[in-house]
Each structure stands twice: as C-alpha cells, then as structure tokens.
C-alpha cells in the first residue's frame, strides 16, 4: 500500500512469513529512500488473513501518516474482535505516535458489527454499523459516523462525537 505527501511516497512491505511489515518513504526529487519503521511486528495479518480486503494499508491526512494491518474496512465475519486490528499514527519522521486501535465504545467482541476508517485534516472519521440491530426492535443508537481530532487520540483522548447515526 502507498500513499503520496509533499513529493514523498509513503509505503508498505508486509513479510507474511515473520508477520511483520515496514514503512519507507521514497523522496521523488532526491530519488532516495528512508526507512521509517522496520519489521514491526503484527498481531492479526497472517498468511491466513491476507488478501485483497486486509492487507497493510497506509494512508495520509497531510499531516499524519495511518496504518492499517486489516485494511481501513472491517467486518466481524473477517475478525474475531477489535483486538485483532493493529492500528498505527506515525509523523513523517517516522516516530510511532500511536499504537492500538481507537476506542469508540463499541463492543468489538461480539454481534454482527462493520466499520470504516478514513482521516481528513487531523481528525479521523469511523463509520460503524451494528448489524445485530434490528430496524423492528428499537432505535440503532450505536450505528452512526464518529470523529475524534487525531492530536486528542494520540494525547490520551477517547472522546468521539457522533457525527450521524445511521438511516435504514
């Protein structure tokens, strides 16, 4: 996976056999590569796991760099819980700035669920949907988009704001 800032392309190599992958960054203009992170270990991609839908994903805002190791889509059929996604905030510089995927509140253990990642100007963006709720029972109130500033997670913030909730 790769991902372009300021003539810099950012990007991937998973090792499937030691599970590990690493971040490099290839200068365009001065044709020369840096190694950012190397044979970070990962806890869910296996050679069992990886395909097209969860592979390492790499992606910026312009002023972080994040990675995914199951991709920036899931869904509970793909994985056994939310502890099982490797979630990763880097600077360009390559220092780790946040390691664990961000708790939104919802119970990844469990019931039917899905999400979305994606990151925009410093804030990230999960859209969740529980799909053990049934439109018959009562109100969805845990589906809907959330947003936390990228700056308050990686400072100790688990405080998302429900953007939308989610229509059927």
């Known amino acids: 996976s790769f991902t372009v800032n300021n003539g810099i392309i950012y990007y991937t190599v998973a090792d499937r056999k030691n599970n590990t992958f690493s971040l490099y960054a290839y200068d365009v203009e ?25 592979k390492v994903t790499v992606m910026t805002d312009r002023q972080y760099i994040y990675i995914c190791t ?6 509970n059929d793909q994985l056994a819980s939310g502890d099982d996604i490797d979630f990763y905030i880097y600077d360009f510089d390559g220092k780790e700035l ?3 995927f961000p708790d939104t509140g919802h119970d990844l253990s469990t019931g039917e669920w899905e999400y ?19 439109p018959y ?7 809907g988009t959330y947003m936390i500033k990228t700056e308050d997670l990686v400072n100790g ?12």
């Not at 199951?70 to 869904?75: E, K």
């Open 70 to 75: 199951s991709g920036n889509y899931r869904r």
């Open 98 to 100: 946040l390691h664990g």
């Open 30 to 54: 001065k044709s020369n590569v840096t190694t950012l992170a190397q044979n970070v270990k990962q806890k869910f991609v296996d050679g069992k796991y990886v395909g097209d839908t969860n």
């Open 116 to 134: 979305s990642f994606s990151a925009l100007d410093g804030d990230i963006y999960i859209r969740f949907v529980d799909g053990s709720f049934s």
């Open 137 to 143: 029972e009562e109100e969805d109130k845990l589906s």
């Open 157 to 168: 913030g688990t405080e998302w704001t429900k953007l939308y909730k989610a229509i059927n």
